[in-house]
């Protein structure tokens, strides 16, 4: 386990460098807000349907091979970055690639290392479990957007600033490197000497359909202030430095991975369901306030606010899934769940960067807020009847 986690934190510092300079890089290269989102599109569409791939052939491959793949392409991922401006070619390495402008858990990785994790511990400590696992990418995360204000340093210093981000996507194709070597060194999985059965999903099949569609919802609202559009939008309305928002960032993801443990602690007193719910819609009120922030520190205040509360529901989902299904199912319903939220989640930022282009900058915070806040209600009335295994 400690090889996966080791994997995750390496990971997502990358994740969280990439997702602040993201829009700095590509505006650089002289790319419109509109353009931007469409890169962010692109990367998160195409991390979705290599996560439904892997959904489909996870039963029957070794997922630590299926790891090492993913992080190879981390590796390719970071020096094409290094080498490609085209925007056309741009769209097809973000597409191609493992690029996450969210910064988050849209990733190719996270359902192959949600079904390793849910086996190796007790129901009563999965969401513990699940907490950690969060936790541990989120402070890498923090670490990773502080990170992002070293080539503005360099550049202090002389360096040129687009070389100096350059650099770091190389990198992020060395810690794409630093995965491998940390994936190599899972156990090989015994591969199952019958046929697969053809449906990798059985009796939990329409829960799993249900909470999909809901997590898509969630998904979309989301993907109107991914990280990189966020940061985006700090730079336009307030005129935000580089070096500053890198440190906002790192709060942000410290408040984030600090609240994953409260989340684990909170659900064993009021439930999954509840902690999900009650955390999540004062967030979302965090973020719609926001918008009418007149002032840059009021809007920083309010935002990590909302970081302190929004992802408390991030190991408590992971969890609530695992629970609800079967353990031969727990493969498919990590990937099933993740791929519409990816699929959904990279319909947005396209449309939150014409809404930027057009000058309607706090639009996508009050979409994004009030679609938050219908999905809590809707989830919270489907499923507060269906509890898992610890809490009945």
Not at 25 to 51: D, N, R
Not at 82 to 111: D, K, M, Q, R, W
Request: charge should be positive; charged fraction near 10%.
């Amino acid at each position: 386990m400690i090889y996966l986690l080791s994997a995750r934190a390496v990971r997502d510092f990358g994740d969280g460098f990439v997702a602040v300079l993201l829009p700095v890089y590509l505006t650089a290269l002289g790319y419109s807000p509109f353009e931007v989102g469409a890169i962010a599109t692109s990367a998160l569409l195409g991390s979705a349907l290599l996560t439904l791939a892997i959904g489909m052939i996870g039963g029957r491959h070794d997922r630590r091979r299926l790891l090492l793949a993913g992080a190879s392409l981390m590796v390719a991922t970071g020096v094409a970055f290094t080498l490609v401006h085209e925007f056309a070619l741009l769209l097809v390495v973000a597409f191609a690639g493992t690029i996450n402008p969210s910064a988050g858990s849209v990733s190719i990785f996270v359902p192959l290392e949600h079904a390793v994790l849910s086996g190796e511990v007790a129901d009563r400590s999965r969401t513990r479990m699940f907490a950690h696992y969060s936790m541990i990418g989120a402070l890498s995360a923090a670490c990773g957007a502080l990170a992002a204000a070293i080539p503005a340093y360099l550049a202090y210093v002389g360096v040129d600033l687009l070389m100096a981000i350059k650099a770091m996507f190389v990198l992020y194709a060395l810690l794409g490197v630093t995965g491998c070597l940390l994936y190599a060194r899972l156990p090989r999985r015994a591969m199952p000497t019958s046929p697969v059965h053809s449906a990798a999903l059985g009796p939990s099949r329409h829960i799993v359909y249900r909470l999909a569609a809901l997590f898509s919802l969630d998904a979309f609202a989301g993907g109107f202030v991914v990280q990189s559009l966020l940061a985006l939008w700090l730079f336009e309305r307030f005129d935000l430095s580089l070096s500053a928002a890198s440190l906002f960032f790192f709060w942000s993801g410290l408040l984030s991975a600090f609240s994953f443990p409260v989340a684990a602690w909170l659900s064993r007193h009021v439930g999954l369901i509840n902690t999900m719910v009650f955390t999540h819609i004062p967030s979302s009120v965090c973020l719609i306030l926001t918008a009418f922030a007149p002032t840059l520190p009021l809007a920083l205040s309010l935002l990590l606010v909302r970081a302190a509360l929004s992802q408390m529901d991030v190991p408590t989902r992971s969890s609530y899934v695992m629970a609800v299904v079967t353990e031969a199912e727990r493969p498919a319903a990590a990937s099933f769940t993740a791929v519409p939220r990816s699929l959904a989640a990279a319909a947005s930022p396209a449309l939150a960067g014409a809404l930027f282009a057009a000058s309607f900058q706090a639009l996508p915070l009050l979409i994004c807020g009030a679609l938050k806040i219908l999905y809590d209600l809707l989830l919270l009335t489907q499923f507060r009847r269906l509890k898992p295994p610890e809490e009945q």
